[in-house]
C-alpha cells in the first residue's frame, strides 16, 4: 500500500531533480538478454520491497526526453526490520524500459519490471552487479549496501547476489502537475523558494501516437508509481535476505 508521506517525499523528489540537476553532465523495451554467473538460481524474498516513481516519457538515449522530467525517478527499497534506502536516479539507455515511447501504460509493467522471458518468468534484475538494466549498477549496489545486504563479496570481489522483481502488488498513474502545480500537499513554488532555485515549471505534452488502436502499444500520461517485491539471483548456499 502507498502511504501519504512515502508517497509524496518520492514525488517531490522526481518533481525537483532536474532542476537541482541543471548544469550537470526500441520504443516500448529495449533488449535485455539475461546474464547471471554460472549456477545463479532466482530466490524471491518477503523481506525486500521496493516503491518506484518516475517519468516514464523519453526518449532515454536518442534525444532530450519529452517532458522536463522525464527519464527522472526515485526508489526506496525497504527490508523488513532494517529499514529504507532511497535514491534517486535517470533510466539507463538499452534496457528493458527501451525509449520510454509509451509513458505510463500500465499494460506494459510486466515486460519493462518483472518478466525475464516470454513466458513471464519473474526476477528481472533492476540493474546489476554482473548484468544491467534501468537502474545503473552502483545505485544498485549502494542502496542494498545501505540496508545490510552485500551483493558483492567485499574481500574478494565475488558477486553474490542480484536483485530482481518477484511482482507488481500495486500500479497507478498519477496525474502530471499543471497550472499551479502541487507537488505531494506542497505547492512547487514554496519548495523551490526553500532551495532557493528558480527553475521554469515543468510541462508535459501530449504524446498520443496518431491512428494507433492496439493499447499495448499507445502512449499514456501520468507519473508511473509501482510497489514491487524484490528476489535475488544467487549461487547455491548464499543466504537469501
Keep these: 500500500m502507498f502511504t501519504v508521506k512515502r508517497f509524496a517525499m518520492l514525488f517531490t523528489t522526481v518533481a525537483l531533480l ?21 549456477g545463479f538460481a532466482y530466490h524471491p524474498s518477503s523481506d525486500v520491497t521496493a516503491t518506484i516513481v518516475l517519468d516514464p516519457n523519453g526518449p532515454v538515449s536518442t534525444q532530450a526526453p ?27 539507455p538499452d534496457s528493458t ?10 499494460d506494459l509493467t510486466q ?18 552487479p554482473f548484468t544491467s538494466n534501468w537502474l545503473a549498477t552502483d545505485v544498485t549496489t549502494k542502496l542494498f549496501a545501505q540496508l545490510g545486504v552485500n551483493l558483492v563479496d567485499p574481500a574478494s570481489n565475488t558477486i553474490l547476489l542480484i ?4 511482482a507488481v502488488t500495486q ?10 502545480p502541487v507537488v505531494g500537499t506542497v505547492p512547487l513554488s514554496q519548495l523551490v523558494n526553500a ?7 515543468p510541462t508535459y505534452p501530449d504524446r498520443t501516437i496518431a491512428g494507433v488502436t492496439d493499447p499495448t502499444l499507445q502512449w499514456s500520461p501520468g507519473f508511473l508509481v509501482l510497489q514491487v517485491t524484490i528476489g535475488f539471483w544467487a549461487g547455491p548456499g548464499t543466504p537469501i535476505p
Design 18 to 38: 532536474p532542476m537541482l540537476a541543471l548544469g550537470e553532465a526500441g520504443a516500448g523495451g529495449g533488449f535485455f538478454s539475461p546474464n547471471f554467473p554460472p
Design 66 to 92: 519529452a517532458t522536463q522530467t522525464g527519464t527522472f525517478g526515485t526508489i526506496a527499497i525497504a527490508r523488513a526490520g532494517v529499514g529504507m534506502a532511497t535514491a534517486t536516479f535517470q533510466v539507463q
Design 97 to 106: 524500459l527501451g525509449e520510454l515511447r509509451f509513458g505510463c501504460n500500465l
Design 111 to 128: 515486460a519493462r519490471f518483472v518478466a525475464i522471458s516470454s513466458d513471464g518468468t519473474p526476477g528481472l534484475p533492476l540493474g546489476g
Design 163 to 166: 536483485p530482481g522483481v518477484t
Design 171 to 180: 500500479q497507478q498513474c498519477v496525474s502530471f502537475p499543471n497550472g499551479n
Design 195 to 201: 532551495l532557493k532555485v528558480k527553475p521554469t515549471t
